[in-house]
């Protein structure tokens, strides 16, 4: 079991940056595979980054190269570096966990609002 609480959001201007922050209950941190997601209003959950617990790395092609996922294992917090932000980046941004890689995420955070003025 582990419980997600993301800190961080606000509301920027386009172009500046971001970090996200996701504290992680519970002494495993490190066995799980974490992830972001972002829900903008009125669209669909859509997926932002992943990092598996090997080190490995994945992001939406909407944000490589603009953002960076990594983790503190000893912090137990995940983090998501978002820079040159963009208004379309507006949402609610979640972060998730998962105990293995190819299963479907089952822990989630409440989520923290970022906006994105032009």
């Known amino acids: 079991q582990v419980q997600l609480v993301e800190s961080g959001g606000g509301l920027v201007q386009a172009g500046d940056s971001l970090r996200l922050s996701c504290a992680a209950s519970?002494?495993?941190?490190?066995?799980?595979?974490m992830g972001w997601f972002r829900q903008a209003r009125g669209k669909e959950r859509e997926f932002v980054a992943t990092?598996?617990?090997?080190?490995?790395?994945a992001y939406a092609g909407s944000v490589k190269g603009r953002f960076t996922i990594s983790r503190d294992n000893a912090k137990n917090t995940l983090y998501l570096q978002m820079n040159s932000l963009k208004p379309e980046d507006t949402a609610v941004y979640y972060c998730?966990?998962?105990?293995?890689?190819?299963?479907?995420?089952?822990?989630w955070g409440q989520g923290t609002q970022v906006t994105v003025s032009s």
């Open positions: 998730a966990a998962k105990i293995a890689w190819n299963i479907e995420y089952n822990y």
């Open positions: 519970g002494r495993t941190f490190s066995s799980y595979t």
């Open positions: 990092l598996r617990t090997g080190g490995s790395t």
